[in-house]
């Protein structure tokens, strides 16, 4: 039976140090010409649900998504090369997602709130990006609901594939409760890892079937998340 890994990208492979919150200010300032009096609030939302309250919150007309995604890639590339000073890939990520790779049942893709340009410019930063099927994920700008997200890589993934993806060979690797809903939502199995804000006991009390500290111990890790 063939099984899909679905990852988040933010905090979970990667650290961006603070670069995403600069590209939603920098998407921000593009198109209401200032610079956001307050700053962009993420906690695992998507790109669509961050700038929407980003215009909300100082009091700024939403120019449209189109605009808004836009501005969004054009800042995700400008900022590309801050990304590969300060960012990083975090432990044992590498190392586990060369393992898995070698599992020829096993399919790897994202749900992650960024739009598709900017997860493939943050995978691409660190040469993550060929792990991965990225025709097979979801994105923050699919939807402003996070949940669609895993039903709506599951339904690509199961075109692509000619496979069923059920609870029972589809998992969810994410760091925020966000992450652990939308994967119990979207009928997904959830590994949670506490590499981001959220801390193990948060990460259980949202539902996470198995939380990890982190992947640095990478035979643990893979038992895990492959569910041996």
């Known amino acids: 039976m063939s099984q899909l890994l679905l990852w988040d990208v933010d905090h979970t492979l990667i650290e961006n140090s603070g670069v995403s919150k600069a590209i939603y200010s920098s998407a921000f300032s593009r198109l209401a010409s200032q610079l956001p009096i307050k700053p962009p609030i993420t906690a695992g939302m998507t790109d669509r649900l961050i700038m929407?309250?980003?215009?909300?919150?100082?009091?700024?007309?939403?120019?449209?998504?189109?605009?808004?995604?836009?501005?969004?890639?054009?800042a995700g590339a400008e900022l590309q090369p801050e990304l590969r000073e300060v960012g990083y890939v975090l432990p044992g990520v590498r190392k586990v997602l060369q393992e898995i790779r070698s599992q020829a049942e096993v399919i790897q893709s994202v749900v992650t709130g960024n739009i598709v340009q900017n997860a493939t410019i943050k995978l691409a930063s660190f040469a993550l990006e060929d792990f991965f099927d990225l025709a097979a994920g979801a994105y923050g700008g699919d939807s402003e609901d996070?949940?669609?997200?895993?039903?709506?890589a599951k339904a690509r993934a199961e075109r692509l594939y000619d496979a069923v993806f059920d609870e029972k060979n589809t998992t969810v690797i994410g760091d925020t409760p966000r992450d652990v809903e939308a994967a119990r939502q979207g009928g997904a199995r959830i590994v949670a890892v506490a590499?981001?804000?959220d801390s193990e006991r948060e990460l259980r009390a949202a539902g996470a079937h198995v939380v990890l500290r982190d992947?640095?111990?990478v035979d643990h890790a893979l038992s895990v998340i492959l569910g041996r």
């Open 52 to 74: 929407r309250n980003m215009f909300v919150s100082n009091s700024v007309s939403d120019p449209g998504w189109p605009r808004t995604q836009a501005a969004l890639q054009a």
């Open 195 to 197: 590499t981001g804000v």
């Open 215 to 217: 992947l640095s111990d």
């Open 146 to 152: 996070r949940h669609d997200l895993v039903r709506l």
